[in-house]
């Protein structure tokens, strides 16, 4: 339960701001002069303060210079009936959150109380996180029960060089975690080498992993260190990792039980110090049940499972998220009652990513420190897929100019579904310029799932781009 101190000479004010603040089950402490409410601070832990600045025996601003020295990480509003710009401005250097005039607005009270006490959580969390070893996991942030959870895990897995499997849906922080449990390992020094295995074409895999030696194929001008020798030393984050091929996967396990690897088109032996960090949007038992994926991989890799939970299921956390990425981009901003709710409500199908990607949106496109509901909604819209419709021309153009697949209407329903599915992505790949993000944002799927899909019909990524 967070802790407020009322410092206000008025008994009105603080008998009704303490009733709708203990309305808000929030701890209230009241006093009428600075002084006193210096004694209340020695001995209770305040996480707010209302402050007045017109008060007896010690005024209001230089009861603020004095907390602010002792007590640095409380946060503090200032009000006044009496205020003027110079009052305000020299306020505000001297670190308060906001300032309110009075009459007060009760709604705004509570909206300013909230926020207030949101960046006081963020930054209590910062600070915890830097006690941990390389302070890694500021970066993970929140304080919902499942991200406290994982903090934990992640410093308790850094200490080790066991295997880690982080699962989750895209956009949910697996790198960011990934990331926290190498800087906040023995290893931090050393590099951190990532591979997005549903990036790279089947065909370049075990090159990329392992590297090659010149001439060892068509396009080996020259001689190339792969991800593991890289990562000597280091850690080895292997993205996607669902959607690498089972030759592949043979010789990355062969990797993790002898702790060597040969280049491709070499008989030398290298060996190699790789702690290896998993991670996949894929349920992988399931890929084992259906053969897809080894399943003596799959207990190699999963020693310490991490799942990133999506951002629904972790509402608590949003507005301190959303609070970081705003100051990462020089933005302060308040955030109004219904604007806290529709970010409560939104179901975040791009999660963390979703998120980051609004606060840009925020910054470059909302004027001013407070942003309503309808206006937060209207930022929202903006993200959303445009899903335009089909026209006859477009139907015509697929008909005329490529045709469907000959004698796909006499084929059994599979085997139609599987030609016609081949027909559709060789249509809408060459109709968005080869361009892998193009083509999978305008058929509603993601890159990594575009990629599996090329590679299980045998389509040519030779012409193929990333952007």
Not at 100 to 111: A, C, G, H, R
Not at 264 to 278: C, H, M, N, P, Y
Request: glycine share 6%.
């Amino acid at each position: 339960m967070s802790k407020i101190l009322i410092i206000d000479d008025e008994p009105g004010i603080r008998k009704t701001l303490a009733s709708i603040l203990e309305d808000e089950k929030f701890r209230v402490f009241t006093c009428e002069d600075a002084l006193s409410g210096i004694e209340i601070l020695k001995r209770e832990p305040i996480d707010l303060i209302f402050l007045d600045v017109l008060l007896p025996k010690l005024g209001g601003i230089e009861a603020l210079e004095r907390i602010r020295k002792e007590w640095p990480m409380t946060e503090i509003i200032m009000i006044s009936g009496h205020a003027n710009i110079d009052m305000a401005v020299r306020a505000v250097k001297l670190g308060v959150f906001d300032f309110l005039e009075k009459p007060l607005s009760l709604e705004k009270v509570l909206t300013v109380c909230r926020n207030a006490l949101a960046i006081k959580k963020l930054r209590e969390e910062n600070n915890n996180l830097k006690k941990i070893s390389r302070i890694a996991s500021e970066d993970i942030i929140g304080t919902s029960a499942i991200i406290r959870n994982i903090r934990e895990t992640v410093k308790q897995a850094a200490e080790s060089d066991a295997r880690i499997l982080i699962t989750g849906e895209n956009g949910a922080g697996k790198e960011v975690i990934a990331r926290a449990i190498h800087q906040c390992s023995s290893r931090a020094n050393s590099p951190f080498i990532d591979v997005n295995c549903a990036a790279i074409p089947e065909t370049l895999i075990e090159s990329e992993l392992f590297g090659h030696e010149r001439g060892a194929f068509t396009d080996a001008v020259s001689t190339r260190k792969g991800r593991f020798e890289l990562a000597h030393g280091g850690t080895l984050f292997l993205d996607e990792i669902g959607d690498m091929s089972l030759s592949a996967q043979a010789k990355v396990l062969r990797v993790i039980q002898e702790q060597k690897i040969e280049r491709l088109g070499s008989e030398k032996t290298i060996e190699t110090d790789v702690r290896i960090i998993a991670a996949t949007n894929q349920d992988l038992e399931k890929a084992c049940e259906e053969g897809r994926f080894r399943r003596d991989l799959f207990f190699r890799l999963n020693v310490i499972p991490i799942h990133a939970p999506p951002l629904r299921e972790r509402s608590e956390d949003i507005i301190m998220l959303l609070h970081n990425f705003l100051n990462t981009l020089n933005k302060n901003l308040i955030l109004e009652t219904d604007a806290q709710e529709l970010l409560a409500s939104h179901d975040w199908p791009g999660n963390v990513r979703e998120l980051k990607n609004l606060a840009e949106r925020i910054a470059v496109m909302h004027q001013g420190d407070y942003i309503t509901g309808s206006e937060l909604q209207k930022l929202l819209n903006n993200n959303k897929k445009s899903k335009r419709k089909t026209s006859s021309n477009d139907a015509s153009l697929a008909g005329s100019q490529t045709g469907l697949p000959e004698g796909i209407l006499e084929k059994n329903y599979n085997e139609a579904k599987e030609n016609f599915e081949k027909f559709y992505l060789e249509f809408q790949l060459s109709k968005n310029g080869g361009i892998i993000t193009r083509t999978a944002e305008a058929i509603g799927i993601y890159p990594s799932n575009l990629h599996a899909k090329l590679r299980k019909h045998s389509i040519s990524t030779a012409n193929v781009k990333e952007e």
